[in-house]
């Protein structure tokens, strides 16, 4: 069972939005959170001038997905590198610096910190890299390993705790189980969701999953099957998958479908003359009334005049 723990956040200006510097008790080290916008104003700050790794976050011009951007970087006093980084990186929102209140740190351990958290990004697939290389773990004495690893488990305990879990890997919200005889009334155990044709083939069909999607809390323990609603100029749903297991994906409270098997095709239910933007969000509905359906309207109860998305 893992342990409770505190931290010590000091929002520096009084904005949550703003500047935030993180301590623990008994801990060797500081953490600064702060958005792009504040760092001419606080570039120099005295933690700026110590050894550290920092971690940059934001959103890639042309990104596909609701994946951050991220890059790890490290240095003897990291100021210098992050005034770069202003300079040349424009993806970035937000900056996670992790830096010595004294000698706690030096070139070896925070090359060291800064392998360790490439490797865990890469492991995690919950993000996309900016570093063009993927450093080689440097060699460190065991005493040295050791105190390095427990900064690094710190840091590794912020972190989620200031919005960041691009370092964890995903595990499942739920693993969905043989159906049950319903004790309610709701028996909805599948999500329709809409895709464009390229997304269709190349994530539905082809990597057995499905991302990055919203689902609500209550039906997050219900959700057993997934069917996919081909956009224009198809304007149907033709496939459904089983679910094996819901996975969080990204920063911002989506999920990732797992399948336990390839997608089956069915008979094609057309979007019909249910009402605009039906299928412009997940929907939820049974796999029985899906496999009898005639149409989008009908599956949803619903019936007018419309264009199909």
């Not at 460190?140 to 050791?146: D, H, M, N, S, V």
């Amino acid at each position: 069972m893992a342990e409770p723990y505190t931290i010590h956040i000091l929002v520096v200006d009084g904005d949550p939005g703003g500047v935030k510097i993180v301590d623990r008790q008994n801990w060797t080290g500081w953490g600064i959170a702060f958005p792009r916008s504040a760092w001419p104003s606080i570039a120099k700050r005295r933690e700026f001038g110590s050894p550290g790794v920092y971690i940059l976050t934001g959103v890639s011009e042309g990104a596909q997905d609701e994946l951050p951007t991220v890059y790890v970087g490290q240095g003897d006093e990291i100021r210098t590198r992050i005034d770069t980084h202003y300079a040349e990186k424009d993806f970035w929102a937000w900056g996670y610096a992790f830096v010595s209140k004294g000698t706690a740190l030096n070139r070896a351990h925070t090359t060291w910190l800064e392998h360790a958290l490439i490797d865990l990004a890469h492991e995690a697939g919950q993000c996309h890299l900016d570093n063009n290389t993927r450093p080689k773990e440097p060699n460190l004495a065991e005493w040295e390993r050791a105190d390095t690893q427990g900064f690094l488990r710190k840091i590794l305990r912020i972190l989620p705790l200031i919005g960041v879990r691009v370092f964890e890997r995903p595990t499942a919200v739920t693993m969905p189980t043989p159906a049950q005889p319903p004790q309610i009334a709701d028996e909805r155990d599948t999500v329709v969701v809409p895709a464009w044709e390229d997304g269709f083939k190349e994530t539905f069909l082809g990597q057995d999953c499905w991302h990055t999607i919203r689902i609500s809390g209550g039906m997050l323990q219900r959700i057993r099957f997934i069917a996919a609603y081909r956009t224009a100029p198809v304007s149907a749903i033709t496939h459904y998958a089983p679910v094996e297991r819901i996975e969080p994906y990204g920063d911002h409270g989506g999920y990732r479908l797992i399948f336990s098997a390839h997608a089956k095709e069915i008979t094609p239910i057309p979007y019909g003359n249910a009402v605009p933007g039906t299928m412009q969000g997940p929907r939820y509905t049974s796999l029985k009334k899906l496999l009898a359906a005639k149409s989008v309207a009908e599956l949803f109860g619903q019936g007018t005049t419309a264009q199909p998305i």
